[in-house]
């Protein structure tokens, strides 16, 4: 397994062979998370994306993984800026006809972490 320089799983081991040398499972081990400094509350608005305030806060649309590792409530990355039909329906019962698909988290607050310097 390959990884491009710089991806956050390069340097991730790989599971290794049980006793009996069989593999148990082809992949790899959960790769480390970072515990971010947050510094900024950031309000979301309509048509937001991860990688366009990750280029907003840090220069590079790539580094959206920063957000998403100081918003541990939230589970999968889009979920950041989106809400789910699940949540939609918990949320405003009569939301779920009007937003059948889900529904932008417009105006909820998110942490900006600052971003380490990779050495």
């Known amino acids: ?13 790989l599971f290794e062979a049980d006793d009996s040398g069989a593999f ?7 790769r480390r998370v970072r515990k971010p400094d947050p ?6 608005g309509l048509k ?8 907003e806060y840090y220069s590079e649309s790539r580094d959206w993984r920063w957000l998403v590792e100081a918003n541990p409530d939230i589970l ?14 918990q949320s405003d019962p009569g939301a779920a006809d009007e937003y059948p698909d889900g ?5 909820e607050v998110i942490i900006v972490p600052r971003r380490e310097e990779i050495t």
Not at 48 to 55: A, P
Not at 103 to 107: A, I, L, Y
């Open 24 to 30: 148990v499972f082809r992949g790899l081990r959960a």
């Open 1 to 13: 397994m390959a990884f491009f320089k710089g991806s956050a799983y390069e340097s991730v081991r």
């Open 103 to 107: 529904k932008e988290r417009v105006g």
């Open 39 to 44: 510094v900024l509350e950031h309000t979301i």
């Open 48 to 55: 937001e994306r991860l990688d366009s305030l990750s280029h």
């Open 76 to 89: 999968f990355p889009e979920d950041l800026l989106w809400k789910s039909k699940a949540d939609v329906d």
